[in-house]
């Protein structure tokens, strides 16, 4: 435990190193770039192969065109050259650098949009928009590009956006996973998170099992396959649901009340009778946060307790997770947050392990609950509210079982960490909807039916595969089939994507505009007796966030407003003899500790100064306030 302990110091401090060089350099030639190669290399010791047939889709933009357009994705490359161009373009309002490098030695880039002409990003109150942490939900990425662009093309036309712009900071990281990202645009090949090998099905290899684009059509679809023997009929789990009368839709049910099976497309790799159980990494990037986090899969040795698959053997042990944690904690500027996934679709935030009520601060919720309704009214999704119970019961009971749904803990969640630890407003977003549009058999629950009714009605049935016939090399004869896994179930088809990123973004945006904002309102200079003099800072918070949500305060990630007079430092030589004496506060570091500034809270603070020398000096007044932003306004005092 010593040992991990220090690893994780050492890891932490190294990386705080390089937080934020500027990024304009170029990189090695990944396999990606190398049009030569057929095949897509993927780094990393592992049991099973690293190479896969490199595939390009038609609904993805694979190089950098004249503008850019929400009709199509794009890969990570073709997204940094849009970073790249919009810092060139932008060079007053835009900040580009590279936070982190990837498990595979990827640059992790990320702007910083703000007037630098009107401060420093770090005097600002700032939001942070994340996308691209699982490596298949690529919509998440979009949504971060189509704000960045929106806020661009906006500046100085729309007064809000300007504004924002002007007095606020917004930090954008389009792709926090670019290894994952880039194998799933490429090739055939899913995976959840890291790139890094694991042994997810804990027979001691690790990727040794991966999916088999048996086809070549660079999808991987799904297997069914006719129960006929005994030991088949025993596991079959899957029957062709009745509702769909051309047979497509498979319905799981209990094992050995079905009269099929289903496998992913491939074989059997390893020969243990399981099919692409083991495939490329298998760790999860949102299970690997230090609130709340849990051992991995087996790594509770008394088997009493609670495990997280996915987490890894530490927390923060992925670079792209550490890349967030360590930006973030190094910015308590930062108020709001969304880090966004896909596809359920919700509004998703903390807790991850408890109830709402029973672990936040009542105001704290008052909040979330606001911003739960300020999403809704820009996205229309069906839910909003937190992971423990709103996500685990928003279907009312398990399809499977027919057992009524009970909240359910997840462990390491970014959300948890961003309320607890963080103190912030922290969204895990997700997009999309699996293709289930419309409620098309009145039953209340929109399934796998609906998808594949509105794929028929307004896809032109693109997202279902019909099932066709086939030889497997183990299974014998099967059929091969089903939804789209890419383009359809995880991420929407292509002509659905600015429709989702542009409502998503809107209310992230909305969010923004939230931020709490210090104003400094007023500063005066009286004289008293005996050449002193009294001067008196007002100010007033102009948001609409509090400058600390009260979990910020218990947890001291956000300091109290605090007030300064600052003078030439010579001026202040020699104690009650100085030239310039401040005798209020009589503090001994002459600062004025003013609380946290809530929504429109005015308050004020009185400094007295003694001059003791003739004629007027300079002063700095100096407004500090964490997530409120930093004011200062010279004065002068005396005649």
């Not at 690529?138 to 806020?151: Q, Y």
């Not at 739960?372 to 423990?388: E, H, K, M, R």
């Not at 089939?481 to 989702?500: C, E, H, I, R, V």
């Not at 004289?527 to 001067?535: G, K």
Request: proline share 5%; glycine share 8%.
């Amino acid at each position: 435990m010593k040992y991990i302990s220090t690893l994780l110091i050492c890891l932490v401090c190294s990386s705080t190193i390089f937080a934020q060089k500027s990024y304009y350099g170029t990189e090695e030639k990944w396999p990606e770039q190398d049009t030569a190669r057929k095949v897509y290399t993927v780094k990393g010791e592992r049991h099973g192969i690293s190479y896969f047939k490199k595939h390009k889709f038609k609904d993805v933009q694979y190089q950098p065109g004249p503008t850019l357009a929400f009709d199509t994705y794009h890969t990570p490359d073709v997204m940094y050259s849009w970073c790249r161009k919009w810092a060139e373009q932008y060079p007053n309002l835009v900040e580009l650098y590279e936070v982190a490098k990837s498990y595979e030695g990827r640059p992790i880039l990320q702007m910083t949009l703000t007037n630098k002409k009107t401060g420093k990003h770090t005097d600002k109150p700032a939001a942070y928009f994340e996308g691209g942490r699982h490596s298949g939900e690529v919509t998440s990425s979009e949504a971060v590009l189509w704000l960045t662009k929106h806020l661009l093309d906006n500046y100085g036309k729309d007064p809000a956006i300007t504004k924002l712009l002007d007095t606020k900071a917004i930090y954008l990281r389009p792709e926090n996973n670019p290894d994952g990202a880039t194998m799933y645009l490429y090739t055939a090949q899913r995976n959840r998170s890291s790139m890094r090998p694991y042994d997810n099905d804990r027979d001691g290899l690790f990727d040794e099992d991966s999916e088999d684009d048996l086809d070549g059509d660079g999808v991987i679809y799904q297997l069914r396959k006719k129960a006929v023997t005994k030991e088949e009929l025993e596991k079959a789990d899957y029957v062709i649901d009745p509702k769909d009368k051309a047979g497509r839709l498979m319905k799981r049910v209990q094992a050995g009340k079905g009269t099929y099976l289903v496998y992913s497309e491939g074989i059997d790799n390893d020969g243990d009778g399981k099919y692409n159980e083991d495939g490329i990494g298998g760790l999860d990037n949102h299970r690997n946060y230090p609130e709340n986090w849990r051992p991995d899969t087996d790594g509770d040795f008394t088997g009493r307790g609670y495990t997280q698959g996915g987490a890894s053997q530490y927390p923060l042990s992925e670079p792209e997770t550490r890349a967030t944690y360590l930006w973030l904690m190094g910015h308590p500027n930062i108020t709001v947050v969304n880090s966004m996934d896909t596809s359920v679709p919700m509004h998703l935030r903390p807790p991850s392990t408890s109830s709402s009520v029973e672990s936040m601060f009542p105001p704290d919720l008052a909040i979330y609950k606001h911003m739960d309704s300020l999403g809704l009214s820009f996205t229309g999704y069906p839910w909003a509210g937190d992971v423990y119970e709103t996500y685990n019961t928003r279907n009312k009971f398990n399809r499977l079982t027919g057992d009524p749904t009970k909240p359910t803990p997840l462990f390491g969640h970014g959300p948890d960490f961003g309320y607890f630890q963080y103190g912030a407003v922290w969204y895990g977003d997700e997009l999309w909807n699996n293709g289930a549009m419309k409620d098309y058999d009145k039953d209340g629950d929109y399934d796998d039916y609906d998808a594949l009714m509105w794929d028929d009605e307004a896809n032109g049935k693109r997202g279902f595969k019909v099932w066709t016939k086939m030889t497997h090399p183990q299974l014998g004869e099967v059929e091969i089939g089903g939804f789209n896994p890419k383009f359809f179930s995880q991420n929407g088809p292509a002509w659905q994507l600015d429709n989702w990123i542009s409502k998503q973004s809107k209310f992230n945006l909305a969010m923004a505009k939230e931020l709490p904002q210090i104003e400094l309102t007023d500063v005066t200079v009286k004289a008293l007796a005996n050449n002193e003099y009294e001067v008196k800072a007002t100010w007033t918070n102009s948001g609409q966030l509090p400058v600390a949500l009260e979990q910020a305060k218990r947890v001291k990630m956000v300091q109290e407003d605090r007030v300064t007079l600052d003078f030439d430092k010579a001026l202040l030589k020699g104690d009650a003899d100085a030239k310039v004496v401040i005798t209020q506060p009589t503090l001994f570091d002459k600062t004025i500790y003013a609380g946290y500034t809530n929504v429109g809270e005015k308050k004020e603070a009185i400094f007295h100064v003694k001059l003791n020398q003739p004629g007027s000096v300079k002063a700095k007044l100096k407004l500090l306030s964490t997530r409120g932003g930093y004011k200062e306004k010279e004065i002068t005092i005396g005649k």
